[in-house]
Structure formats: structure tokens, C-alpha cells
């Protein structure tokens, strides 16, 4: 009976505890799949529900070319430079930017650095930290406007195409300004195939 009594308690023990979990379990929020872009913006670059689509198209977008490698001057889709990778990237989506970095900051409205939202250009001096020089740029993918902080794809020399944080202490030692080429308005070409069949927007 001894033997019995230590399985008949055993499977008590474990009933009850399954029964403990189903009841958590039941008060848990149901988790729905959602779309396709709805799972890659929880899963990759992005965390902003209210993400204008087209914005998330771009992002999207962008983060096809992760692992590109970096080429000094060259502007895709086998290699890039920083402003290389930003200019392609917008020019598929109707934007036509400045070649280099320092100009790039000319094509949007500049915006304090409590602003910055996903899709706009930030920019960095180059190796040599301090002052307003550019010599870098990249398109932010997450933003924190309370704390001043950002995630960013580009074209790092090291990395290649990569998705960084404005906490590291290179870019934070190094961050110049950000300026949002995308307002609310939507290139003509929007909604029409913008990857192959767009006219450039001028600044």
C-alpha cells in the first residue's frame, strides 16, 4: 500500500499542477499571427504600430541588403557606401537624394534629435569625432524621442550593411543631426510598381 499511496499522490501533485498552469495559461492574451508585415515589424527592425506604410515599405525594403559589403564610391545593389546605400534605397521609392552624406542633409527638414522617427536620415562625422562635419549617414529603423535614442541601418565600413544603435559609443561620440526627407505626402509613383517603374522626385 505504501508503494501505491507514493503514486496515488505523485499523480495528484502533477494533476494539480497541470491544472495550475491551464488556468494561467487561460488568462494570457490570445496571440494572433497577424500579416506578414505585421510579423516582420515585430520580429526585425520594427516596433511602431503607427508606421506609415509607406515608410515600412522602405524599411523593409533596406533590410534586404544586410551583409551588403562596403565599397568606398559605390552606390548598389552589389556594394555600397553609406550615402551609396541611402540613395538607392529612397531612390526606389521616388526620392531622388544628394550623392555624398554632408548634401544628403539638404534634401528634408532637419529635426531636433527628441523627433526623429523611422525613415528619417541621421547623420555623423566620419572617423574623427567632434564638431558639425559630416561623414556619415543612415536611415533609422526604431526610436525612443523620451530617452534621445535610435536604431539605424547603413553601410558601415567594418560591417557592411548593418542595423546599429545610436547608444554605441562610436555613433553616440560621433551623432551630428537628423533631418525627415518623407513628410505625410506620398511620391506620385506610390502605389504604382515603385521598385521598376518611378520617376525621381528633385530637391
Given at each position: 500500500m505504501t508503494g501505491f499511496r507514493k503514486i496515488?499522490?505523485?499523480t495528484l501533485v502533477a494533476f494539480a499542477a497541470m491544472l495550475s498552469s491551464v488556468s494561467v495559461y487561460a488568462q494570457l492574451p490570445m496571440q494572433k499571427p497577424g500579416t506578414i508585415k505585421e510579423q516582420i515589424k515585430n520580429s526585425t527592425l520594427f516596433n511602431d504600430e503607427q508606421l506609415d506604410p509607406?515608410?515600412?515599405?522602405?524599411?523593409d525594403y533596406a533590410s534586404k541588403f544586410k551583409g551588403v559589403r562596403y565599397r568606398l564610391g559605390?552606390?548598389?545593389?552589389?556594394?555600397?557606401?553609406?550615402?551609396?546605400?541611402?540613395?538607392?534605397?529612397?531612390?526606389?521609392?521616388?526620392?531622388?537624394?544628394?550623392?555624398v552624406?554632408?548634401?544628403?542633409?539638404?534634401?528634408?527638414?532637419?529635426?531636433?534629435?527628441n523627433e526623429i522617427q523611422p525613415g528619417d536620415l541621421v547623420f555623423f562625422n566620419g572617423r574623427?569625432?567632434?564638431?558639425?562635419?559630416?561623414?556619415?549617414?543612415?536611415?533609422?529603423?526604431?526610436?525612443?524621442?523620451e530617452?534621445?535614442?535610435f536604431e539605424f541601418i547603413h553601410a558601415?565600413?567594418?560591417?557592411?550593411?548593418?542595423v546599429s544603435k545610436s547608444t554605441e559609443t562610436y555613433y553616440d561620440k560621433r551623432y551630428v543631426k537628423a533631418c525627415?526627407?518623407?513628410?505625410?505626402?506620398?511620391?506620385?509613383?506610390y502605389g504604382s510598381d515603385m521598385l521598376f517603374d518611378y520617376t525621381l522626385r528633385q530637391f
Open positions: 496515488l499522490v505523485m509607406l515608410i515600412a515599405d522602405l524599411l559605390a552606390t548598389g545593389p552589389n556594394r555600397f557606401d553609406c550615402s551609396g546605400f541611402t540613395s538607392y534605397v529612397f531612390s526606389k521609392f521616388g526620392y531622388k537624394l544628394n550623392r552624406s554632408r548634401e544628403q542633409v539638404n534634401n528634408g527638414k532637419v529635426i531636433a534629435k574623427r569625432a567632434g564638431g558639425s562635419r559630416i561623414g556619415h549617414v543612415g536611415i533609422v529603423t526604431a526610436s525612443d524621442n530617452k534621445e535614442t558601415s565600413i567594418s560591417q557592411g550593411v548593418v525627415r526627407v518623407i513628410e505625410n505626402e506620398e511620391p506620385e509613383v
